[in-house]
């Protein structure tokens, strides 16, 4: 039987050739991450682009809530119980809600002085990549069933995409844990004679 011996010289001979390779894969996997490292210790605030500034680890203090009950009700009402913000805004995880849209929201809701704002796809430049005809029609008579039955004054019912003062939806005192929530908000803030605006918003098309 014989044994094949290698030098640490012909060993690093026959290494040689990976080494590009293993350069290539820390500048691909490593340069990223360590970026990613560097743009967290950053106050990033879509609402204001401008104010950026070092924050260092103050980013990585997250609160995560663990919901309770199930359903989509559920969730939004556990969630406005905990915000301490002035403001609160619904939107959905899926990509379909622009957060731009936030930035008008907001504007509008801090100079006319408004307790809600509601976006709406079926008014003005509005409009949806989402929706089909089932959904559209849907949306439509419900939104009609709304206004004319209990004087809402709303284009679009069922789009929850939402900001208002975190006060004001607490008082609304939301009762539906599941989809039923969409139209509850806006009947329960007419009927709380809460001042509320609809604007035009664009729903993307949702992530899948």
């Known amino acids: 039987m014989s044994v094949l011996t290698h030098t640490k010289a012909e060993n690093r001979k026959r290494r040689r050739p990976l080494l590009p390779a293993l350069i290539f894969t820390v500048i691909l996997t490593q340069i990223p991450f360590l970026v990613t490292l560097v743009i ?3 106050h990033w605030n879509i609402i204001y682009p ?3 500034k070092f924050v260092f680890f103050k980013n990585f203090k997250v609160k995560i809530l663990f919901q309770k009950k199930s359903g989509y009700g559920s969730a939004l009402i556990e969630g406005i119980k905990k915000t301490t ?3 609160l805004c619904i939107i959905n995880a899926d990509g379909s809600m622009n957060p731009q849209s936030v930035i008008n ?3 509008n ?3 006319f002085e408004y ?3 509601f976006a709406s796809r079926y008014q003005g430049k509005g409009g949806s990549e989402d929706d089909n005809l089932l959904t559209f ?3 439509k008579f419900f939104t ?3 206004n004319f039955f209990l004087n809402l004054n709303i284009t679009d019912i069922l789009y929850t995409f939402i900001l208002g003062k975190t006060l004001s939806f607490n008082n609304l005192k939301l009762k539906c844990f599941d989809f039923r929530i969409c139209p509850e908000i806006p009947i329960k803030v007419t009927n709380m004679g809460y001042k509320y605006l609809c604007i035009d918003d664009f729903e993307r098309k949702r992530i899948k």
Do not use: E
Request: charged share 25%.
């Open 40 to 42: 967290s210790t950053f």
């Open 50 to 52: 401008k104010d950026t």
């Open 85 to 87: 913000t002035k403001f």
């Open 105 to 107: 929201m907001l504007n």
């Open 109 to 111: 809701i801090k100079k």
């Open 115 to 117: 307790d809600f704002i």
């Open 137 to 139: 029609v849907g949306n």
């Open 144 to 146: 009609w069933f709304g």
